[in-house]
């Protein structure tokens, strides 16, 4: 079943696709759905087809509202990553009920960009972002993933001083990288195991979307330059490949136990326990927020983890920078509110803890899926880092980045 924006459904039914009116199916009976149901098309395929992905291309041709253009996704996962991140910065190491109260009070009363934090006005996004649009630049200078060009790019930000927000590791790799190390050696070794690598791969899940082996091979490598624990590159994988699953997706058709299939798979044979706890969203995602941030803020820790992971301590029911949990709650904030980017922006933050990262990674992908038109423009038009690249630069980077993943 799809939930349109308008809140009507679309239901397959006796091999035809049906479309009811928003509250129309209260009473499940089969007169009301023959009463007042629209048959929007036949499904020209036998029963065992209609889980392939031809179904889901023939739904999408018959589907009342027409998918955005994969410019105007990519467009949404730029701007749903900085946005998320620029409305979790307000709070970040915050406890969850600091950020609970932060998004009722604040994000759900329209007050959202009322807020800045400290010395910055709201707009600015982070490392996070800066990091994920660096490694989109490279990408068009480059015309192809380069780690190399990127290590420069990342050791250069940092010693410009230009990174707000900056992670222990990737500080002490680009000092490793400024001193002339390889990048195939300069990344933090484990047990360290924060989520620096995984906040900034979402582009990888563009630039890769209709390749495996290569997506996989990309993410890895650009979380090498900075992380080498096995959970951390895992974060990569996992990020990039639910980036590239949202492009392949039709909106509003996220069948999510497939979806959390396939980035098990990837994400196996690097790090076997991490696809174990993203299995695990197949469940989970059926739970509420509060009740579900207490599983996943201890998911996949192990002895000494909540001391490297980042600044603060990994509180119970906070997600703190480790990135499994970190990555989990995105992926879960996703999952749990995926045809609305400040639903699901607004869960991402409300875990607590390192919100601007978790908020990022699911604008990132909530904005892949949806497209630019599902996020707010008044509050992205304001987005900035430190009076430079702001909304219409973000959009015109978007544009070219596109421009090579299309002719590549
Ligand atoms: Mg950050």
């Given at each position: 079943m799809i939930?349109?924006?308008?809140?009507?459904l679309i239901f397959p039914w006796q091999l035809g696709v049906w479309k009811f009116?928003?509250?129309?199916?209260?009473?499940?009976?089969?007169?009301?759905?023959?009463?007042?149901a629209?048959q929007l098309g036949r499904v020209p395929f036998?029963e065992?087809s209609m889980v392939?992905?031809?179904y889901d291309?023939w739904l999408?041709?018959v589907l009342?509202?027409?998918?955005?253009?994969?410019?105007?996704?990519?467009?949404?996962?730029?701007?749903?990553?900085?946005?998320?991140?620029?409305?979790?910065?307000?709070?970040?190491?915050?406890?969850?009920?600091?950020?609970?109260?932060?998004?009722?009070?604040?994000?759900?009363?329209?007050?959202?960009?009322?807020?800045?934090?400290?010395?910055?006005?709201?707009?600015?996004?982070?490392?996070?972002?800066?990091?994920?649009?660096?490694?989109?630049?490279?990408?068009?200078?480059?015309?192809?993933?380069?780690?190399?060009?990127?290590?420069?790019?990342?050791?250069?930000?940092?010693?410009?001083?230009?990174?707000?927000?900056?992670?222990?590791?990737?500080?002490?790799?680009?000092?490793?990288?400024?001193?002339?190390?390889?990048?195939?050696?300069?990344?933090?070794?484990?047990?360290?195991?924060?989520?620096?690598?995984?906040?900034?791969?979402?582009?990888?899940?563009?630039?890769?979307?209709?390749?495996?082996?290569?997506?996989?091979?990309?993410?890895?490598?650009?979380?090498?330059?900075?992380?080498?624990?096995?959970?951390?590159?895992?974060?990569?994988?996992?990020?990039?490949?639910?980036?590239?699953?949202?492009?392949?997706?039709?909106?509003?058709t996220?069948?999510?136990?497939?979806?959390?299939?396939?980035?098990?798979?990837?994400?196996?044979?690097?790090?076997?326990?991490?696809?174990?706890?993203?299995?695990?969203?197949?469940?989970?995602?059926?739970?509420?927020?509060?009740?579900?941030?207490?599983?996943?803020?201890?998911?996949?820790?192990?002895?000494?983890?909540?001391?490297?992971?980042?600044?603060?301590?990994?509180?119970?029911?906070?997600?703190?920078?480790?990135?499994?949990?970190?990555?989990?709650?995105?992926?879960?904030?996703?999952?749990?509110?995926?045809?609305?980017?400040?639903?699901?922006?607004?869960?991402?933050?409300?875990?607590?803890?390192?919100?601007?990262?978790?908020?990022?990674?699911?604008?990132?992908?909530?904005?892949?899926?949806?497209?630019?038109?599902?996020?707010?423009?008044?509050?992205?038009?304001?987005?900035?880092?430190?009076?430079?690249?702001?909304?219409?630069?973000?959009?015109?980077?978007?544009?070219?980045?596109?421009?090579?993943?299309?002719?590549?």
């Open positions: 939930v349109l924006p308008d809140g009507s009116a928003a509250g129309q199916i209260d009473h499940w009976t089969s007169r009301v759905w023959k009463a007042g629209e036998i065992n392939t992905e031809w291309l999408s041709a009342p509202v027409r998918p955005p253009p994969a410019r105007e996704r990519l467009a949404g996962s730029l701007i749903g990553q900085c946005l998320g991140d620029a409305l979790g910065f307000v709070v970040e190491g915050h406890s969850r009920e600091v950020c609970q109260e932060y998004v009722e009070e604040v994000l759900l009363t329209e007050k959202a960009g009322t807020i800045g934090r400290s010395s910055h006005k709201f707009g600015q996004y982070t490392d996070d972002s800066q990091l994920a649009r660096e490694l989109m630049e490279s990408y068009i200078a480059c015309r192809g993933f380069d780690p190399g060009d990127y290590s420069r790019r990342i050791a250069a930000l940092f010693s410009e001083h230009r990174v707000v927000g900056r992670g222990r590791a990737s500080t002490e790799a680009a000092a490793r990288l400024a001193r002339g190390v390889h990048w195939t050696r300069s990344g933090v070794p484990a047990p360290y195991a924060g989520n620096g690598a995984a906040m900034r791969a979402a582009p990888i899940g563009w630039m890769f979307s209709r390749s495996d082996i290569d997506l996989v091979r990309a993410a890895r490598d650009q979380a090498r330059i900075t992380h080498t624990d096995p959970r951390a590159v895992a974060g990569s994988v996992a990020i990039a490949g639910a980036v590239a699953l949202a492009v392949r997706a039709v909106p509003w996220l069948k999510a136990d497939r979806f959390i299939e396939r980035l098990a798979r990837w994400v196996r044979p690097i790090e076997p326990s991490f696809a174990a706890e993203i299995e695990r969203l197949d469940s989970l995602r059926h739970r509420e927020p509060d009740d579900a941030v207490w599983s996943v803020s201890r998911a996949g820790q192990r002895p000494g983890d909540a001391e490297t992971a980042g600044r603060w301590p990994a509180a119970e029911g906070t997600i703190s920078p480790f990135v499994v949990s970190s990555v989990l709650w995105s992926l879960y904030s996703f999952l749990r509110s995926p045809n609305d980017y400040m639903g699901a922006i607004c869960i991402a933050i409300s875990g607590g803890g390192d919100a601007d990262t978790t908020a990022a990674m699911t604008g990132a992908i909530s904005g892949a899926y949806l497209g630019l038109s599902a996020i707010p423009r008044p509050l992205a038009e304001r987005l900035e880092d430190c009076g430079t690249w702001n909304y219409d630069d973000l959009l015109a980077l978007a544009d070219s980045f596109y421009g090579v993943v299309a002719s590549t």
